[in-house]
């Protein structure tokens, strides 16, 4: 027999058809297998559940080898008047759901249920989730009261052991849930019709109508005739629905057919006139205007960081990010060669302090510090500051001498068919550099250094292995950093040509 989670109902409420393919052909949901990344992800959301449950001290953790023990078990600890429980398992009408917390209150009388999120913040999904659980709850007699969603503390400091209390919110979104129950309990019927069929739903699923980094992980199957890259590659056409609704619906999916009367921002249309035409788009006065505010020394700078959910040091929050690693390319004048200095941790302790200090000896008073997105750089420093009030001054100038070399690109100065409309330096990279490339190397995107250093920061690895991710993260930052030192000098010679 089949069964529908809140996992599906949530999945469906994203994609009906998504989810569907995940019950009945499971083969093709799960082809593209969890990248180690995103797998690390899910871990350190389990481990975050584990520690909220000392919120708890006295919960019991229902276990059992199968769906019908862990129910057995379930009602078997119910009847006991054990007033806390993890894990408990309900199902009804082959609807089931497994809660992270359920503690029963005398003085209502009636049980709360406890969402527990590795997140800072609240989304919509968490409530739906919840809102599952109570409905699921009240179907099978069980007097659901509150809903409470707990999730990490985004103002929290560690200081030493974690402050359990303090660490954790705790939210009571019952309100919330009571006003959405009646939606969510018809919707679960709904789903659990759709999703049990065994006739396959026909055509083109609901993300056709989304942008690209919105699609499901069965996209490809659903709608085949969609190509790899078109309509839905269209810079910010995912925060225009109506439009690309527009599109799909006149079946217009090729950046070719599109016509002239669809009404196009000016970012997408020189991302569309690049791709027909296949030239480049090359302001070269503006590119030459922005590089001529550049003062030297020129520093073309990296950060890599690691940004845990459970601050792993003191003076940190969750998810700030750990500063661990730096590649700086630094041009004295505009016919010197560059000059290479970096930075890369080694152990396992807070990296705080002595960054800062290698950061002060290559980057001095003087000249513009380039990178690429300064969001990021900015915000590094940021927490680097708060955590070491001293050397304020030196990073609020540090943050103010910053020049973000991806603005020529997100600027529309340079534009390319083979950029696809994206402006990292990954796809930027090859396209104006293309003797260099980051395929080669055994650490070539942010997600694979960020689980590189979790894997050093844990100690979980032996002195070879540790020796080999050190070298590839220093071959991958030191790319970075002299990728835009590269571009920078493909752009001087675009100017100028």
């Given at each position: 027999?089949?069964?529908?989670?809140?996992?599906?109902?949530?999945?469906?409420?994203?994609?009906?058809?998504?989810?569907?393919?995940?019950?009945?052909?499971?083969?093709?949901?799960?082809?593209?297998?969890?990248?180690?990344?995103?797998?690390?992800?899910?871990?350190?959301?389990?481990?975050?559940?584990?520690?909220?449950?000392?919120?708890?001290?006295?919960?019991?953790?229902?276990?059992?080898?199968?769906?019908?023990?862990?129910?057995?078990?379930?009602?078997?600890?119910?009847?006991?008047?054990?007033?806390?429980?993890?894990?408990?398992?309900?199902?009804?009408?082959?609807?089931?759901?497994?809660?992270?917390?359920?503690?029963?209150?005398?003085?209502?009388?009636?049980?709360?249920?406890?969402?527990?999120?590795?997140?800072?913040?609240?989304?919509?999904?968490?409530?739906?989730?919840?809102?599952?659980?109570?409905?699921?709850?009240?179907?099978?007699?069980?007097?659901?009261?509150?809903?409470?969603?707990?999730?990490?503390?985004?103002?929290?400091?560690?200081?030493?052991?974690?402050?359990?209390?303090?660490?954790?919110?705790?939210?009571?979104?019952?309100?919330?849930?009571?006003?959405?129950?009646?939606?969510?309990?018809?919707?679960?019927?709904?789903?659990?019709?759709?999703?049990?069929?065994?006739?396959?739903?026909?055509?083109?699923?609901?993300?056709?109508?989304?942008?690209?980094?919105?699609?499901?992980?069965?996209?490809?199957?659903?709608?085949?005739?969609?190509?790899?890259?078109?309509?839905?590659?269209?810079?910010?056409?995912?925060?225009?629905?109506?439009?690309?609704?527009?599109?799909?619906?006149?079946?217009?999916?090729?950046?070719?057919?599109?016509?002239?009367?669809?009404?196009?921002?000016?970012?997408?249309?020189?991302?569309?006139?690049a791709y027909r035409t296949g030239e480049r788009i090359i302001d070269k006065a503006a590119i030459s205007r922005e590089l001529d505010e550049l003062a030297f020394p020129l520093h073309f700078i990296d950060y890599e960081t690691f940004a845990p959910p459970l601050p792993l040091f003191n003076d940190y929050s969750p998810y700030d990010q750990i500063p661990l690693q730096y590649s700086v390319h630094v041009v004295g004048s505009p016919s010197e060669e560059p000059i290479h200095r970096d930075f890369l941790h080694a152990g396992t302790n807070d990296p705080n302090s002595s960054f800062l200090d290698s950061l002060q000896q290559h980057v001095g008073s003087f000249g513009t510090i380039i990178v690429w997105n300064k969001a990021f750089e900015s915000h590094v420093n940021d927490g680097i500051a708060r955590r070491l009030p001293p050397a304020r001054?030196?990073?609020?100038?540090?943050?103010?001498?910053?020049?973000?070399?991806?603005?020529?690109?997100?600027?529309?100065?340079?534009?390319?068919?083979?950029?696809?409309?994206?402006?990292?330096?990954?796809?930027?990279?090859?396209?104006?550099?293309?003797?260099?490339?980051?395929?080669?190397?055994?650490?070539?995107?942010?997600?694979?250094?960020?689980?590189?250093?979790?894997?050093?920061?844990?100690?979980?690895?032996?002195?070879?292995?540790?020796?080999?991710?050190?070298?590839?993260?220093?071959?991958?930052?030191?790319?970075?950093?002299?990728?835009?030192?590269?571009?920078?000098?493909?752009?001087?010679?675009?100017?100028?040509?």
């Amino acid at each position: 027999m089949k069964y529908i989670s809140k996992t599906d109902y949530l999945l469906w409420r994203a994609c009906p058809k998504n989810a569907w393919l995940r019950i009945h052909k499971p083969y093709l949901y799960y082809a593209m297998e969890l990248t180690e990344f995103e797998q690390s992800v899910l871990d350190a959301g389990i481990e975050v559940e584990l520690l909220a449950r000392n919120l708890f001290p006295d919960g019991v953790l229902i276990t059992g080898a199968s769906q019908q023990e862990a129910r057995t078990n379930t009602s078997t600890t119910l009847q006991s008047g054990n007033g806390t429980l993890f894990q408990p398992f309900f199902e009804h009408e082959q609807l089931l759901a497994m809660l992270d917390v359920l503690q029963y209150d005398d003085h209502k009388p009636e049980y709360a249920i406890y969402e527990v999120k590795a997140s800072t913040e609240i989304k919509d999904e968490y409530l739906y989730d919840l809102a599952f659980q109570t409905v699921l709850l009240r179907q099978l007699g069980i007097n659901a009261g509150r809903a409470l969603l707990v999730h990490l503390n985004g103002g929290y400091v560690r200081k030493d052991a974690f402050d359990i209390a303090r660490l954790f919110k705790t939210v009571d979104v019952t309100d919330t849930i009571e006003r959405i129950a009646e939606i969510v309990a018809a919707e679960m019927r709904e789903a659990r019709t759709y999703l049990l069929s065994d006739i396959e739903p026909p055509g083109p699923c609901s993300c056709i109508y989304k942008g690209r980094s919105k699609h499901c992980s069965t996209f490809k199957y659903s709608n085949p005739t969609v190509p790899t890259y078109g309509v839905h590659d269209i810079v910010r056409v995912g925060s225009s629905p109506k439009k690309l609704r527009e599109l799909v619906d006149a079946g217009i999916l090729s950046l070719e057919n599109i016509p002239a009367e669809i009404k196009l921002t000016r970012t997408q249309c020189a991302q569309l006139q690049a791709y027909r035409t296949g030239e480049r788009i090359i302001d070269k006065a503006a590119i030459s205007r922005e590089l001529d505010e550049l003062a030297f020394p020129l520093h073309f700078i990296d950060y890599e960081t690691f940004a845990p959910p459970l601050p792993l040091f003191n003076d940190y929050s969750p998810y700030d990010q750990i500063p661990l690693q730096y590649s700086v390319h630094v041009v004295g004048s505009p016919s010197e060669e560059p000059i290479h200095r970096d930075f890369l941790h080694a152990g396992t302790n807070d990296p705080n302090s002595s960054f800062l200090d290698s950061l002060q000896q290559h980057v001095g008073s003087f000249g513009t510090i380039i990178v690429w997105n300064k969001a990021f750089e900015s915000h590094v420093n940021d927490g680097i500051a708060r955590r070491l009030p001293p050397a304020r001054d030196y990073l609020i100038d540090f943050n103010d001498r910053i020049y973000d070399l991806m603005d020529i690109f997100t600027k529309q100065y340079f534009v390319h068919k083979d950029l696809l409309g994206k402006v990292s330096i990954k796809n930027v990279l090859p396209v104006l550099t293309p003797d260099l490339s980051y395929s080669a190397l055994g650490i070539h995107d942010g997600a694979a250094a960020s689980l590189a250093w979790s894997k050093l920061l844990s100690a979980a690895l032996g002195p070879e292995e540790s020796k080999e991710l050190y070298r590839q993260l220093r071959e991958y930052c030191t790319l970075d950093s002299y990728g835009m030192y590269a571009i920078w000098r493909a752009l001087i010679s675009l100017s100028e040509g």
